[in-house]
């Protein structure tokens, strides 16, 4: 790890102004991941003329101004029973924390390979705490020997998605570089009827129609799955070029068995190619189920479609099985295939009908996506057999310019969930995709080298 030194006690940072104060109830979709954080790094090199304690003071400043449009991120969650919890809006503030890095920014690489290292430079939550008294944004900027810094942040899934904490980062530094806020968040969560009973469909929706809920899928070789989460994992980050990509397409449209109207996505390939490729360096058998999560933003798949601005949670994932033995000895066309059927069945119907039956769950606990906090044993079905995949290739990930210049680096917090994968694009803008990878440190070489092997 590296070694990071914290000055003092961390900040509170409040709204600049009054917010409003009251209770905002939560969708059923950021109940789901309500006790997950999502961490995200920034690095940057050396500002002209700024001291790591003007940066800090810019910093500090800005987000306090940006937390008033965005107040939602100042208060903190209460329980309210059964495993559902509200947001109260209270101004208690963001947190601000300062660190020391004795090592260079040169010895943190460019990317997240060292993983490990990378740890210490987002801001950790202390789950020891009651959740009424944890914040829902925390900030860590870390100064580097020599120069250079990192912003390291850690948002609550209950209050905002990727697509949502991607909004905030981006009017955060255009407020920081002295501009007005462009776009100001869409923070009506009744779309999804937050803290609605349910509507009484009839038939009311079932778990069959929901299998991402019913955790279909044992970690391997365990009936509790607490001996494969416990086995290390590591990160590595697999750059895919454009050429090879276009190939890649070109291999799975080709090989694909049944008529499509349209060509597979990258999306579809990318996701497809990984889960054959974590099947063979797994070394599953043939009869095995396996399965991979994808997740779905549904702001352009209700009618009508909510605003880009939508500042929640609106993405959830859906799963697609197959036996493992199909996955492997069929050509990639297969598995992109069954990508593709998985993602085309979440219509505006499907959506609103996965909240009506959320919403007629008695208790939502089993189904919190965050099982170290609560003590379950058993948690979402991640991990070998399956894979997760996270999607940032239409978001925008690159040009976050606090006013010192744009990052030379930004990409997802370190993972340690076994089988978790983000897409991200290039930061150099050429068509390429970088795929991180987080996996059980015992296949991962063999992953790596299959990953290339089996591109055209």
Not at 304 to 325: C, H, K, M, N
């Amino acid at each position: 790890m590296l070694a990071i030194t914290f000055k003092g006690s961390y900040t509170t940072v409040k709204p600049w102004d009054p917010t409003w104060n009251g209770t905002m109830a939560l969708s059923e979709l950021d109940q789901l991941g309500c006790l997950t954080y999502v961490p995200s790094i920034y690095l940057y090199r050396s500002p002209q003329n700024s001291t790591a304690a003007t940066i800090a003071e810019t910093l500090e400043d800005s987000l306090s101004k940006v937390l008033v449009p965005f107040y939602p991120l100042a208060g903190r969650l209460q329980w309210i029973g059964n495993g559902r919890l509200q947001l109260q809006c209270n101004a208690m503030g963001a947190r601000f924390i300062e660190a020391e890095c004795e090592s260079s920014l040169n010895d943190i690489g460019d990317d997240l390979s060292l993983s490990r290292l990378h740890g210490n430079l987002y801001p950790s939550v202390d789950f020891s705490l009651p959740i009424h008294e944890l914040p829902l944004f925390l900030v860590q900027l870390t100064t580097f020997r020599c120069g250079g810094f990192s912003i390291g942040t850690a948002l609550s899934h209950a209050v905002a998605d990727g697509t949502a904490a991607l909004h905030f980062m981006s009017e955060w530094a255009r407020v920081t570089r002295g501009e007005a806020l462009k776009t100001p968040p869409f923070l009506n969560r009744s779309v999804f009827r937050a803290g609605e009973p349910p509507l009484g469909l009839s038939p009311p929706p079932t778990l069959d129609e929901y299998p991402e809920y019913g955790n279909p899928v044992l970690l391997i070789g365990q009936s509790d799955a607490l001996e494969e989460k416990k086995k290390k994992t590591t990160t590595a980050m697999l750059k895919i070029t454009k050429a090879q990509l276009e190939k890649l397409r070109k291999m799975a449209n080709e090989s694909c068995e049944k008529p499509m109207a349209r060509g597979f996505t990258r999306y579809e390939t990318i996701c497809g190619h990984v889960w054959r490729i974590a099947c063979k360096a797994r070394g599953h058998k043939r009869e095995q189920q396996a399965v991979i999560a994808v997740c779905i933003d549904s702001r352009n798949r209700m009618t009508p479609e909510l605003p880009r601005e939508y500042f929640g949670t609106a993405t959830f994932d859906v799963i697609a099985q197959s036996l493992a033995g199909d996955l492997m000895s069929k050509p990639l066309g297969f598995a992109a295939s069954k990508v593709r059927e998985t993602i085309e069945k979440v219509t505006d119907k499907y959506i609103k009908s996965l909240i009506e039956f959320l919403k007629n769950l008695e208790d939502l606990t089993e189904y919190i996506d965050n099982d170290t906090v609560l003590g379950k044993e058993d948690g979402p079905f991640y991990g070998n057999p399956s894979v997760t995949a996270v999607s940032w290739l239409t978001l925008p990930t690159h040009g976050f310019d606090f006013g010192w210049g744009k990052e030379q680096y930004m990409g997802p917090g370190p993972s340690e969930d076994d089988g978790n994968f983000f897409l991200i694009q290039s930061p150099e803008g050429e068509g390429s995709v970088v795929v991180a990878m987080c996996l059980q440190e015992a296949y991962m070489d063999e992953f790596k080298r299959l990953f290339y092997q089996d591109m055209p």
